[in-house]
């Protein structure tokens, strides 16, 4: 496949995407998604962004070292210290590409940045010149693209060039753009700017307005050969183009595409579910391609003309983006190889017999209790047991809950707290609320509930439940995640996971892009 009819592939789940409230993720589960967007053949995995903190530098780090296949990427600001920390988080890749940017709207530069035009070219092209010192691969947006001065995006991104930038991406970072508008855009960027050919141009567009999707396309069939995007859509505020959306409708239009992306499409529906157990951020049924309900066929009309004709009603096979992958179903009469060996085609490692063993362990808990374990039950056990670490302050050891007709729920819970067990009795409106007034009255977060989500991992009423908390610590949002087929016991977890992350809170600087 030639530049011309390639379409690159910038996945920004690790680092845009988990810009959502209460999105963030632990070094394990980056590498899990990591791992997953490798197996789909993506071609640009944005790991973080590794200034912001010694976490995101690590993370960054060790997502260089373990994906081979694709290209890894982090982001800076034109600082010089920013370059430096994300080309030393680089140093692993096979392929690392450092993505560096500064702002060029009249807003930003005046009442962000309160430097001259002058003075932003001038230090977009240091940047460009620092990161070359570390990659040739190296990336620049002009954050706030959307809404700058086309005379200026064609100076700035002419001199980017020639300093070195290989790849020219164009923000709509507020996700103002209308379609039209933004292809006409990025149009008239290659066609004035007099060096374009020999940059890739690249989009990056937000969904505010809910047009990521359409200006991502838009700026596809107007030239632009790289599409910026995350996982089913996760993002800072209304979220990113949607990795899925936007490949399943270059490859479903050929007719009106001169392009195509390598990506290995059985992989969505697995990896969208990755993400979304991993976060905590449930897919809508009625979402495009990922949804449960995409393939989905109730009115009888419709139905009857599937099973004369797929193609009456459906414009993609189910199959092609992983709905009838196949799954193996295993139970407590499943071996230890078996069970590693279909881990490991879910992209899960173990580095040693000792973590084995343990997640071995859990997974013959749960089969006691559930009759079939499918992959998302895998998955969810792996994202339960990678939630906790060594240092976590307080875990769940025991819970009790007492709920009958007519009389006000009661739990006792147990918690280690700082290698000393505490237990507390609360009462409350149901056994969920009784059991959170319990872990309150020993930990005393002072955190308000902001969130409260329930979602059935498999059907079935032997399925795990998999509860989402968002709690609000001031002003801060944390996401906590719990899985159990008893829900009363995964809502404890939930908790309890989040008020572990409440008591360290984010520090992170996020950029917007």
Not at 219 to 244: D, P, Y
Not at 285 to 305: L, M, R, W, Y
Not at 344 to 371: I, M, P, Y
Request: net charge negative; glycine share 6%.
């Amino acid at each position: 496949m030639s530049s011309a009819d390639r379409l690159i592939i910038f996945d920004t789940t690790l680092r845009d995407g988990e810009q959502s409230p209460g999105a963030s993720m632990n070094m394990e589960e980056k590498l899990r998604i990591a791992r997953a967007l490798e197996r789909m053949h993506v071609d640009v995995i944005e790991a973080g962004f590794p200034v912001a903190s010694p976490g995101d530098f690590a993370a960054v780090k060790a997502v260089a070292a373990a994906v081979k296949e694709s290209t890894v990427c982090g982001l800076a600001r034109a600082l010089q210290k920013d370059i430096q920390t994300a080309g030393e988080a680089l140093k692993p890749a096979v392929r690392g590409r450092i993505h560096t940017f500064i702002a060029t709207s009249p807003i930003h530069m005046e009442k962000k940045l309160r430097m001259s035009p002058d003075q932003v070219v001038e230090q977009a092209v240091q940047a460009v010149k620092w990161a070359r010192q570390y990659t040739d691969d190296v990336e620049f947006s002009p954050e706030d693209a959307g809404r700058s001065e086309s005379d200026f995006l064609c100076r700035i991104l002419e001199a980017v060039i020639d300093a070195g930038a290989t790849t020219l991406n164009i923000p709509d970072t507020v996700g103002y753009n209308l379609p039209h508008q933004f292809g006409n855009l990025i149009s008239e960027l290659i066609e004035r700017i007099p060096n374009s050919d020999k940059a890739i141009f690249s989009v990056h567009c937000h969904n505010d307005l809910g047009l990521a999707v359409g200006n991502s396309l838009s700026a596809v069939l107007n030239g632009a050969r790289q599409v910026e995007c995350t996982i089913n859509g996760l993002g800072e505020r209304a979220g990113n183009a949607s990795l899925e959306e936007v490949v399943m409708a270059v490859r479903t239009r050929q007719d009106l595409f001169s392009c195509d992306t390598r990506l290995d499409t059985t992989q969505i529906v697995p990896c969208s579910k990755l993400v979304s157990g991993i976060t905590g951020f449930p897919v809508q049924p009625n979402k495009a391609v990922v949804g449960s309900n995409a393939f989905a066929h109730e009115s009888g009309i419709h139905q009857d003309g599937v099973l004369k004709q797929r193609e009456t009603y459906e414009i993609m096979r189910a199959e092609d983006v992983g709905w009838s992958a196949n799954r193996m179903v295993l139970g407590k009469h499943s071996g230890r190889n078996a069970f590693k060996t279909r881990l490991q085609d879910l992209g899960v490692e173990f580095e040693t017999q000792d973590e084995l063993n343990e997640a071995f362990a859990r997974f013959k808990d749960l089969a006691d209790k559930k009759h079939e374990i499918y992959d998302e039950d895998l998955q969810a056990l792996v994202t339960d047991a990678t939630q906790w670490s060594s240092d976590e302050r307080f875990r769940l050891v025991a819970l009790r809950v007492c709920s009958e007709t007519g009389e006000s729920p009661e739990a006792e819970v147990t918690l280690m707290i700082d290698d000393e067990e505490r237990s507390g009795q609360a009462t409350g409106a149901g056994p969920v609320d009784a059991v959170f007034r319990a872990i309150e009255l020993l930990v005393d977060s002072q955190a308000k509930l902001d969130l409260y989500s329930v979602n059935s991992i498999t059907e079935g009423t032997d399925a795990q439940g998999e509860v989402t908390v968002r709690l609000d610590k001031e002003g801060s949002m944390i996401n906590g995640q719990g899985s159990d087929t008893d829900i009363v016991i995964a809502s404890a977890k939930a908790y309890v996971h989040a008020l572990n992350r409440v008591v360290e809170p984010d520090q992170r600087a996020h950029p917007q892009l």
